[in-house]
């Protein structure tokens, strides 16, 4: 079975059109919306999400994703670090969530997909919130299934849940939730591994790819999928075996020629995946 390849537009700025027309000239068909015109998804109007959408039918395009932010926040009294949340508060209050939950659902609702990404809680040392036990998740899980929407886990460094036990532990005690499985970040932490992808493999509905150098200070220089050192070349084939047809969103994250970036990175994962993509 053959997956769908996926293209982030704000990849390459905050003109959505203009990401959309290199996934048109790649043939890629499908994408992930997280930020456009400045704005995180979620705080843009009705009115542009309706615009998006019309710029991707206009080139034939679906929106396979919501990227959004939820559950990348902690509360107002804790100091998160430096995040990027593309846009979004990273401090948030209790009372305020639950508007933002159904704010997703509804962005979603707009833009014709029926997956929306949600992280773990920001880990903020004494102040960080447990995710498993998050009242807001089984709330969340049953208004995103009213709406014929699913909610996927990413697994993110910087958030509560990123290591496979953790992540298998909140899968199954909430058997609504998909993992939005981004391989770098498995990577990042230690797990990337072809054991760790099969134990996570069942519960996968969406892949992110992005690559990456470690630099000697520590941190990271992005470089297109494949030109890395995620192992790619072992872990697709795994995923690909026990989840066929998943959608494979490609990330780059590098500042200086991202197109190039994008472009090279779409014709490693058609010819990486078993099967290629379409």
Not at 3 to 27: R, S, Y
């Amino acid at each position: 079975m053959q997956g769908n390849m996926v293209l982030n537009p704000d990849e390459l700025g905050q003109d959505p059109a203009v990401g959309m027309d290199l996934a048109h000239a790649l043939g890629v068909r499908h994408l992930e919306i997280r930020t456009a015109y400045n704005s995180n998804a979620l705080t843009l109007d009705d009115a542009r999400l309706r615009e998006i959408r019309h710029l991707a039918d206009e080139r034939g395009l679906r929106v396979a994703a919501l990227a959004s932010p939820l559950w990348k926040w902690c509360r107002p009294e804790a100091a998160p670090g430096k995040v990027d949340s593309f846009g979004f508060p990273t401090q948030v209050p209790t009372e305020d969530r639950e508007r933002w939950v159904h704010r997703a659902l509804v962005v979603a609702g707009i833009l014709g997909t029926d997956r929306v990404r949600v992280f773990s809680h920001l880990s903020v040392g004494e102040q960080t919130e447990s995710f498993l036990d998050d009242p807001l998740l089984p709330y969340a899980l049953k208004a995103a299934e009213r709406a014929g929407i699913q909610l996927l886990l990413e697994n993110e460094p910087v958030c509560t849940v990123a290591e496979p036990a953790p992540l298998l532990d909140v899968l199954r005690e909430h058997t609504g939730l998909g993992l939005w499985l981004d391989l770098g970040n498995l990577y990042e932490v230690g797990h990337g591994t072809a054991q760790a992808v099969e134990e996570l493999a069942p519960y996968v509905e969406y892949v992110h790819v992005k690559d990456y150098l470690p630099r000697n200070d520590g941190m990271k220089a992005f470089v297109a999928a494949g030109a890395g050192a995620v192992p790619y070349g072992e872990l697709l084939p795994v995923l690909h075996r026990v989840r066929p047809g998943l959608p494979y969103a490609l990330e780059t994250h590098v500042r200086q020629s991202p197109g190039e970036a994008l472009t090279r990175g779409a014709a490693f994962l058609r010819r990486t995946v078993p099967g290629g993509l379409a």
